[in-house]
Nanobody
Framework: QVQLVESGGGLVQAGGSLRLSCVAS????????MGWFRQAPGKEREFVAA????????WYADSVKGRFTISRDNVKNTVYLQMNSLKPEDTAVYYC?????????????????WGQGTQVTVSS
């Protein structure tokens, strides 16, 4: 019943930009904190960015600060990840996640629901 559906992934050259979207359904979106995680081949899923229920607070991994921006639209039930100045090391499957009690925003266990993921590939 709860679904998070990511879109916007694709192939881009280093230095380029992509905007990921995640549309949520089956939950009261405005009550949930949202996060983006990514997983590269052979690596653990890692925190990328998070945003609180209202959009008033955001957090970023050091590796993406200054390049990525997370935002949300509670009317459209959508969270976004604007990715600029992309690097080959950004290549990964990107996952959207939702938490109704976010205390440690980098912890995967804090998130109750996850999307299927969307592939981002950055060529050098």
């Amino acid at each position: 019943q709860v679904q998070l559906v990511e879109s916007g992934g694709g192939l881009v050259q280093a230095g380029g930009s992509l905007r990921l979207s995640c549309v949520a359904s089956g939950l009261t979106f405005s009550s949930y904190h949202m996060g983006w995680f990514r997983q590269a081949p052979g690596k653990e899923r890692e925190f990328v960015a998070a945003i609180n229920w209202s959009g008033g607070s955001t957090w970023y991994a050091d590796s993406v600060k200054g390049r990525f921006t997370i935002s949300r639209d509670n009317v459209k039930n959508t969270v976004y990840l604007q990715m600029n100045s992309l690097k080959p090391e950004d290549t990964a499957v990107y996952y959207c996640a939702a938490s109704n009690a976010l205390r440690d925003y980098v912890a995967k266990r804090q998130y109750d629901y996850w999307g299927q993921g969307t592939q981002v590939t950055v060529s050098s």
